[in-house]
DNA sequence: TTATTTCCTGACCATTTGGTCAAGTTAACG
DNA sequence: CGTTAACTTGACCAAATGGTCAGGAAATAA
C-alpha cells in the first residue's frame, strides 16, 4: 500500500528517509521554478530517486508542494512569536527585524518559495493565512497598538509596520538577483547584509531627518 | 509574411491594434500564472483571437513575454526619474515613495509582473537590469549621497534606502493576497492605501522613537 | 476591377509531463 | 529461514501545450 505522505500512519525508517530527501530536493525547485514550472522529473532526480519511486510517497505533485509549503510557513513565522510584549518595544522590534533579515540571508530559498506562493494568489494555504497566520499577526498588533498608546512608540499603525518590516527583509532574498544586479559583487561581501541590517535600523528607529 | 513584431517594418493598422490586444491580455495572465504556468491559448482567448493568429503577431511565447516585461519595465522606473537633485531631500523623498506606494495600488498587476520575473532569476531581462537599471538608480543614489554628506539626511546608506523604498511600496501590490487574508476587507477599503502612505511616510522620516 | 499583400483559421504534429501499473526486489519480522 | 509487507522500477498512457502549415478571407493598392 502506498504510505500518503502527512498520515500518522507509523512512518518506516526508509519512509522517514526519503520524504525527507523528496522535501528538501523539492523546496530548492519549487523556489527556483515554481509550482507549474517544475516537473516531477526535476525533483525526483535532485532526490536522486526515480520519478515512480517519488510518487510512491507522495501521490501528486501538488502534495509534495503543499508538504513543503507548510513546513516553510512554519519556520518563517517562528521569529514574530517571539515579539515580547513585556520587553522593552523598540529592542524589540530592533530585534525581530534583525532576525527576519537574517532568515532572509541564511535561507532565502524558503522565503522565495513563500513569494512565489503569494504572488500567485496563495492558491494552496490560503486557509493558513487566514488561520493561523491571521490570529498570530492579530495578536502581535495588538501588543504593539498597545505599545504605541502607551507613548513607548511613535504614532503608527501596527499591521502596516509589520508589513513594512516583512517587506523590507524579505526583499534581501525575494529580490536579491536585481540587487545583485545594481550593487555588482558587492552582494556577496560579507559585510553587506550588516550594512543592510544598519540602514533598516536607523530607518526604522530614528527615521531620515537629520538631527543634530 | 509575418509581421516580426518589435521590428520597424511599417506597421500596419491591424497589425498595431492585435499587437496592442495581445500585450495587454498577456500582461494579466503571465502576472497571474508566470511565464511557465501561461498558455498561449490563454492569451489568446483574453485577447479574443485565435491561438494560431495571435502566433502570426509574435512567433513565439517567449517573444510576448519580453515584450509586455520591457514595456513594463519602463513604465516601472519612469518615477525614480523624476527624483530632483535641486528639490528638497525629504520631500522629494516623500513625493517618491508616494508615487510608488500609488503605482502599487493602480497597477499592481506590473508589479507582480516583475516581483515574478526577478523572482526566477530575471532570466530574461538581466542586461536591461545590468544597464539602464543600474546606470539610473547608480545616478540617484549618488544624489542621495550627496544630501546626506551635506547633512540634509540622517546617516544612511543610499542603496539600501531605495531599496526599502521599493520593497515597502511594491509590497503593497505584490503581497495584496496575504494583506487581505490578515486584514479580511479591510484592503478594499478607500482609505486602505492613504493609511498606508501615512504610516510609511511617518516611519521613513521620523522612525519610531516617540517624540514628546 | 484585379492583383497582391496582409490577415486569419482548422487541422495537425511532436514533445513534455503528470500519473498509472504490473511485476520484481529488498527489508522486516516471526 | 520463510513469509509478508514495504519499496522500487521500466514501460506505458492520456492530456496538455508550444508551435507549424496549407489554404481561405479580407484589406489594400494599382
Redesign the interface.
Given at each position: 500500500m502506498s504510505p500518503r505522505a502527512g498520515q500518522t500512519k507509523k512512518r518506516t525508517r526508509i519512509q522517514a528517509i526519503n520524504e525527507e530527501k523528496i522535501v528538501e530536493a523539492a523546496l530548492e525547485i519549487f523556489a527556483?521554478?515554481?509550482?507549474?514550472?517544475t516537473t516531477i522529473d526535476q525533483i525526483a532526480q535532485k532526490a536522486e530517486m526515480s520519478k515512480p519511486n517519488l510518487l510512491y510517497y507522495f501521490r501528486r505533485k501538488e502534495d509534495i508542494y503543499i508538504s513543503v509549503l507548510r513546513r516553510t510557513l512554519e519556520e518563517w513565522l517562528t521569529p514574530l512569536t517571539a515579539l515580547n510584549p513585556k520587553g522593552d518595544?523598540?529592542e524589540e522590534?530592533s530585534k525581530y527585524t534583525a532576525l527576519k533579515l537574517e532568515m532572509s540571508r541564511k535561507n532565502p530559498t524558503a522565503s522565495?518559495l513563500f513569494?512565489?506562493e503569494?504572488?500567485?494568489?496563495?492558491p494552496m494555504i490560503?486557509d493558513v493565512?487566514?488561520g493561523s497566520?491571521?490570529q498570530l499577526?492579530?495578536e502581535k498588533a495588538a501588543v504593539i497598538g498597545n505599545w504605541v498608546k502607551e507613548?513607548?512608540?511613535?504614532?503608527?499603525?501596527p499591521?502596516?509596520?509589520i508589513?513594512?518590516i516583512?517587506?523590507?527583509t524579505?526583499?534581501?532574498a525575494?529580490?536579491k538577483?536585481?540587487?545583485h544586479?545594481?550593487?555588482g559583487k558587492t552582494v556577496d561581501a560579507p559585510d553587506y547584509y550588516e550594512?543592510?541590517g544598519?540602514?533598516?535600523n536607523?530607518?526604522?528607529?530614528?527615521?531620515?531627518?537629520?538631527?543634530?
Open positions: 527556483t521554478f515554481g509550482f507549474r514550472g518595544p523598540l522590534i522565495r513569494a512565489n503569494i504572488l500567485h494568489g496563495a490560503e493565512l487566514k497566520l491571521k499577526v492579530d507613548g513607548k512608540l511613535a504614532q503608527v499603525d499591521y502596516h509596520l508589513f513594512m516583512w517587506a523590507t524579505q526583499h534581501y525575494d529580490f538577483v536585481q540587487m544586479a545594481i550593487l550594512q543592510a544598519t540602514t533598516i536607523a530607518i526604522f528607529l530614528e527615521g531620515l531627518k537629520p538631527r543634530s
